[in-house]
């Protein structure tokens, strides 16, 4: 103990300081005081397009002209096989609909469902608008680490970008070509 009756630990080498004070920020930097409390909202864990028979139809269509053009041009039924398979996923994968799940943003990061994604994960942000549900994309610092996304309602932005931008820097965002043909066949 000290003389004023207060422990403080000390490394080798080290002089404990009772009443250090604050560091101050940089002089003309805003900062934003940081809040301990969770924000907490439930949406859907992705966009639910409306496809119709036709929309189907497109797609068996499609994969039965890809899988003529590739045996005609390589004689490969793995290659058939693979097209055919494929096809059948996209169809199986198009058909779910989408569960309810809990985001939830706090000091520690942002939990999706049961799963908590630590903000040192990632590199910075960006807020997508894709018409029905806006969400939040996190882009990691591990390149075969895929985006993260979040979504959630127009009334909530505010509240999310607040949180988010205390821990990590806002980008533009730069839709990838896999999210562009995704869009496009509403996948």
């Known amino acids: 103990m000290n003389q004023d009756g207060q422990d403080f630990y000390k490394p080798e080498g080290a002089t404990a300081v009772a009443d250090a004070p604050a560091p101050q920020p940089a002089a003309g930097i805003p900062t934003k005081p940081p809040t301990d409390r969770a924000f907490n909202w439930t949406a859907s864990d992705f966009i639910d397009h409306n496809r119709g028979g036709s929309w189907y139809l497109l797609l068996f269509l499609g994969t039965a002209a890809l899988t003529v053009g590739t045996y005609f041009l390589t004689k490969e039924y793995i290659a058939v096989g ?52 806006n969400s939040v994309q996190l882009m990691p610092l591990k390149k075969l680490m895929p985006p993260i996304s979040a979504y959630y ?32 066949l509403r996948l």
């Open 153 to 184: 309602q127009a009334a909530d932005e505010e509240k999310i970008t607040d949180i988010l931008g205390q821990h990590l820097p806002i980008e533009e965002a730069k839709p990838s070509g896999i999210d562009r043909l995704s869009r496009r």
């Open 82 to 133: 693979t097209i055919v398979a494929v096809g059948v996923i996209v169809a199986i994968y198009a058909r779910q609909k989408p569960k309810q799940v809990t985001y939830e943003l706090s000091s520690s990061g942002l939990r999706i469902g049961e799963k908590l994604y630590a903000y040192s994960l990632f590199k910075s942000f960006s807020l997508i608008n894709d018409g029905l549900l």
